[in-house]
């Protein structure tokens, strides 16, 4: 068995990894996580962690569950490939889809199979352009996103996801995507309270809509919360409010439901949650808790009849839209989901939980805000609170927390000094006051390293 150095050599030698300094990784060497169980991982040292991330948001009913392993494995005895073109389709397949329109909101009963986030919404760009062609506008081609949102890595995921760091990359974005600002009350929203502000930040909607041309509109696109942005809860009234606009103009509303969907909310879906009625939905990461890749879109009727009326083919699919394994595994975990009540566990008991425990947080001196919304939480690390000034970003203050969370046993996330949490589902009340030990422990250490 080669030792911990050996494989961060070979590491540095061969794997580009994504997101990352290579030439960095390589003098630092990777932590290799070697196994995992519940919400703990643990690393090829032997070191316990606390997952306080789901992996990458996606592990949400937690590691090594008996039955998404035993799903996999039955599947892949039986049919372990078979595609859904050319007029053929596989019963993992359609027992999801079947499955998705009973857990998705009233208006979806149509999917269309990816296998990832990314691939979900390149989906979603070519098909509501398609569906304004074939409602005789084929002007209607520009989609709007947000800044500092995220919606993927493919060229039209990064060219919709408002982060100008990757658009810099590549010559992004493709043509007709625009972004407006997004609704981050606590850096934007000066003296106006939250919900005056959630109407201001939806305007900039209308606003856009206005210097583009409503008639060149096809949709907008958004996450409930924004994930990767640095779970930025939007206002009460930000939604309904985007919500009146769209139907106002016939734009067709995209909820990214990447991360939100699947019970991250304590809702099935964020929509749900934050209160719009989206015509389309984007998913992937928590249908399958990140077991085996699997994506989709959840077509509305609204979209899916113009579809399938007046269609013909729809020239897009990929040779593993639809994979059986990985829609048996999909459908052990969502059946997993209602057996064990996971979605009321996070509205009702550790959602209120975690939320009363994040108020506790307020106190600290580095804590300009902390919040969270089901199982979804950030904590603002900042210099002044009263004033809400940031730090200066040179100072790197959430990779210092980052940084000592993972020493301490826990990975949080930091979106500059937005420290972010989305620990598994399955997580209890005694686990989240673990979890609330190492963030203060972790915030007591990166305060008094601000302060050296
Ligand atoms: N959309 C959202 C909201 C996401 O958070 C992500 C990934 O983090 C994606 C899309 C892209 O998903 P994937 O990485 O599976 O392509």
């Not at 909607?205 to 210097?211: P, V, Y």
């Not at 085996?292 to 899916?304: C, F, I, K, Q, T």
Request: net charge negative; with cysteine; glycine share 10%.
């Amino acid at each position: 068995r080669r030792s911990t150095r050996e494989w961060q050599q070979a590491d540095a030698a061969h794997f580009l990894h994504p997101f990352t300094d290579t030439a960095a990784l390589a003098k630092k060497g990777a932590r290799i996580i070697t196994k995992a169980e519940n919400i703990y991982l643990w690393d090829s040292e032997g070191h316990k962690i606390l997952d306080g991330m789901s992996g990458l948001w996606c592990v949400n009913t937690g590691y090594s569950q008996p039955s998404l392993i035993e799903a996999a494995n039955r599947q892949m005895k039986e049919l372990p490939y078979y595609n859904a073109f050319f007029q053929t389709s596989t019963i993992p397949a359609i027992e999801l889809a079947e499955l998705l329109a009973q857990v998705t909101p009233p208006q979806f009963k149509h999917v269309f199979y990816g296998t990832s986030g990314s691939e979900s919404n390149d989906t979603v760009v070519r098909l509501v352009r398609h569906y304004w062609a074939l409602q005789g506008q084929p002007e209607r081609q520009v989609i709007i996103a947000r800044k500092n949102g995220y919606h993927g890595s493919t060229m039209a995921g990064a060219s919709l996801s408002g982060m100008a760091y990757m658009h810099a990359q590549g010559g992004l974005p493709i043509p007709n995507i625009t972004h407006i600002q997004q609704p981050f009350w606590y850096e934007l929203g000066g003296d106006m309270s939250p919900d005056e502000f959630g109407k201001v930040a939806a305007g900039w909607l209308e606003e856009r809509i206005l210097e583009v041309g409503p008639e060149k509109v096809a949709a907008f696109i958004g996450e409930p919360i924004q994930g990767a942005g640095g779970v930025i809860i939007p206002p009460k009234t930000y939604w309904p409010e985007i919500q009146r606009i769209c139907d106002k103009y016939g734009i067709l509303l995209v909820s990214d439901e990447v991360i939100c969907g699947f019970g991250r909310t304590g809702n099935w879906f964020g929509c749900e949650t934050m209160g719009s009625k989206p015509d389309l939905m984007t998913f992937a990461k928590g249908v399958t808790a990140g077991y085996v890749p699997l994506g989709g879109v959840m077509v509305s009727d609204r979209v899916a009849d113009v579809l399938i009326e007046k269609g013909g083919e729809f020239e897009h699919g990929y040779t593993y839209s639809g994979h059986p394994v990985a829609c048996a595994v999909a459908v052990a975990n969502i059946k997993l989901m209602q057996q064990q009540k996971l979605v009321e566990h996070v509205r009702d008991d550790v959602g209120p939980y975690l939320a009363q425990q994040f108020e506790t947080l307020r106190d600290h001196p580095l804590v300009g805000e902390a919040v969270s919304c089901g199982l979804m939480g950030a904590i603002q690390l900042v210099k002044d609170k009263a004033t809400r000034q940031f730090f200066p970003s040179s100072l790197e203050v959430g990779m210092v927390c980052r940084g000592h969370c993972f020493g301490n046993g826990l990975v949080m996330r930091a979106v500059g000094d937005r420290m972010v949490i989305a620990p598994p589902l399955i997580i209890t009340r005694a686990q989240i006051d673990e979890m609330m030990t190492l963030i203060r422990r972790c915030l007591d250490l990166t305060l008094a390293d601000v302060k050296a």
